[in-house]
């Protein structure tokens, strides 16, 4: 059974104080939670939050990484740079990335071999505009993101990464995607996968990046292939993240639902 799995996407917040008081009330709560917590934090923050998260067993991650290893690309961060503050997880192909920075799906593609090379586990953004939707191109434009990545990695490589599925079109517009319409899409994705590779289908984790909130938690993480979910603003409260993290259907739970 996939171990349900809770990103913290800190976005462009945080402070050395209020870090420090976000992270320790997150620890307070996490010994008792059947889940993994991760946090992804802004880059100039990566050693406070490494310092603070030591033998905590909440995992730490970056926001994006370099599709390049080495060299004059001033103001990059590689992966091998965030391997040395114990990274575990790195965010690539958000969709603010893509439309602010014009990213590609071949540049994010490129940015997950480079974290996947240095050890680092990739997650993997994708999802549709309000426009997409109701042009009825959901399934093209998934299909075109996530063939960018499939094409390039190996089967093995498919195994190892993350893939989180924002509804683009249900974050700040004040429309809502159901548990059933999110359900929709994240099985489009696990059926990709599977194609790709046994493996990938059956351990890969699929999270809802689609404004998780303490209030529709439960409801999305109940169906089959909701692994968890990537956080934004839930994430800079503690108590909020953790009341998500803790609306995950225990395993015993979903054992008894099938």
Same mark, same amino acid.
């Given at each position: ?140 434009? %998934? ?44 099985? %489009? ?70």
């Amino acid at each position: 059974m996939r171990r349900k799995l809770f990103a913290g996407n800190w976005k462009l917040n945080g402070n050395l104080v209020a870090n420090g008081t976000l992270l320790r009330g997150i620890k307070s709560g996490a010994d008792a939670m059947q889940v993994e917590l991760a946090v992804c934090v802004p880059a100039p923050y990566l050693a406070q939050c490494s310092e603070i998260l030591a033998h905590s067993g909440i995992a730490l991650g970056a926001q994006d990484v370099s599709s390049h290893t080495v060299g004059a690309y001033t103001g990059e961060v590689s992966a091998r740079m965030l391997q040395d503050f114990g990274c575990r997880y790195v965010i690539v192909g958000h969709s603010e990335r893509r439309e602010y920075h014009c990213e590609t799906n071949d540049d994010v593609a490129n940015k997950a071999q480079r974290a996947l090379a240095a050890g680092i586990t990739p997650i993997i953004c994708v999802g549709e505009t309000l426009g997409e939707r109701e042009k009825e191109q959901t399934t093209g434009i %998934i299909h075109a993101q996530m063939n960018a990545i499939l094409s390039l990695l190996d089967p093995h490589e498919t195994a190892d990464i993350v893939v989180a599925y924002e509804p683009i079109w249900a974050i700040g517009t004040g429309k809502t995607a159901t548990p059933d319409m999110a359900q929709e899409v994240h099985a %489009i994705i696990r059926h990709m996968l599977e194609v790709k590779s046994a493996e990938a289908g059956r351990g890969v984790r699929i999270l809802y990046g689609g404004s998780m909130r303490p209030e529709n938690a439960e409801a999305l993480l109940r169906m089959p292939d909701i692994d968890g979910g990537l956080i934004g603003g839930a994430a800079l409260r503690a108590t909020d993240f953790l009341s998500i993290a803790a609306a995950a259907p225990s395993p015993d739970a979903r054992q008894t639902e099938k």
